[in-house]
């Protein structure tokens, strides 16, 4: 309960900022609008030459692409902008403000920011699913209903812990900016399906940056290809790496000497 009351602070605060500036949503707007028709439009060429996609049908990648906006959505409403600021925090030494609070500093550190105009990649992302359903005819039973937002969870639960870990590493080094540019250029390859990709990169955006449990995962259970042994997977890598970060988080703050030291 106290957790989510500080979210709500949080949020409250990120809402009155933005709302400062609101010309910033139509900006934001017209950005989604953008990507999203540059997605389609890259579905509508691609399918004009083939009727499958790594074997995928085109509804069922349209479906991906939904889900591919709803978590990038989740990334860059409040999960991208927390970690820049986590960043900032520890190379200007501020972050000591945060250490001294009562609440847990790495639930503070998540979600001190909220890009609130990003809720429009949430709900465009939402959209395209739907019509995607629509279109492949789907009926979701409650199966296909649970497995669907038990693998959308944990592949938002990873996320989150590869990117935590990710801005862990600013108190060992200094540019862990550029590596979240590069994990961000990665999450690009989310928007196709990962059986699309050579066994080497298939690889690489599973285990070693875990695209494919946000994206290609999720919408395996609304097409009715997730295995239960997949869906466990998801669960306990998604279990292991809020543990690994916890961990990673825990022993940077030890070494964090900041303003005040």
Same mark, same amino acid.
């Given at each position: ?11 409250? %605060? ?23 028709? $540059? ?5 509508? %060429?691609?399918?004009?030459? =083939? ?19 709803? %978590? ?57 699913? !739907? ?6 005819? $789907? ?20 996320? @989150? ?25 990665? @999450? ?8 699309? @990709? *050579? ?6 955006? $599973?285990?070693?940056?875990?695209? !494919?449990?946000?994206?290609?995962? *999720? =919408? ?9 042994? $997949? ?11 809020? %543990? ?14 900041? !303003?005040?030291?």
């Amino acid at each position: 309960m106290n957790s989510l009351r500080l979210f709500w602070v949080f949020l409250r %605060v990120s809402v009155l900022s933005e709302l400062a500036y609101r010309a910033n949503f139509f900006l934001q707007l017209f950005e989604s609008l953008v990507d999203l028709g $540059t997605a389609l439009g890259g579905l509508a %060429v691609v399918f004009s030459y =083939t009727d499958t996609l790594g074997g995928w049908r085109p509804n069922e990648v349209l479906a991906l692409v939904g889900v591919f906006f709803l %978590v990038g959505g989740a990334i860059h409403l409040v999960i991208e902008p927390s970690m820049q600021r986590l960043i900032e925090a520890v190379s200007e030494g501020t972050l000591d403000f945060t250490l001294t609070k009562p609440a847990d500093a790495q639930f503070l550190v998540s979600i001190q920011r909220v890009e609130i105009w990003k809720l429009t990649d949430l709900v465009l992302g939402a959209g395209v699913l !739907a019509f995607a359903l629509v279109r492949m005819g $789907t009926r979701l039973g409650a199966w296909q209903a649970a497995a669907f937002a038990a693998a959308l969870a944990a592949g938002g639960l990873i996320v @989150y812990s590869f990117w935590l870990m990710l801005a862990t590493l600013s108190f060992w080094f200094v540019r862990v900016e550029n590596i979240l540019v590069i994990f961000q250029s990665m @999450y690009e390859a989310g928007r196709w399906p990962v059986s699309l @990709y *050579p066994r080497w990169l298939r690889f690489s955006l $599973t285990f070693l940056v875990p695209v !494919a449990f946000a994206t290609t995962v *999720p =919408t395996q259970a609304l097409s009715g290809r997730l295995t239960g042994r $997949t869906l466990l997977g998801a669960g306990a890598l998604a279990g292991l790496l809020l %543990v690994v970060s916890r961990l990673f988080w825990r022993a940077g703050v030890r070494r964090y000497s900041g !303003a005040s030291a």
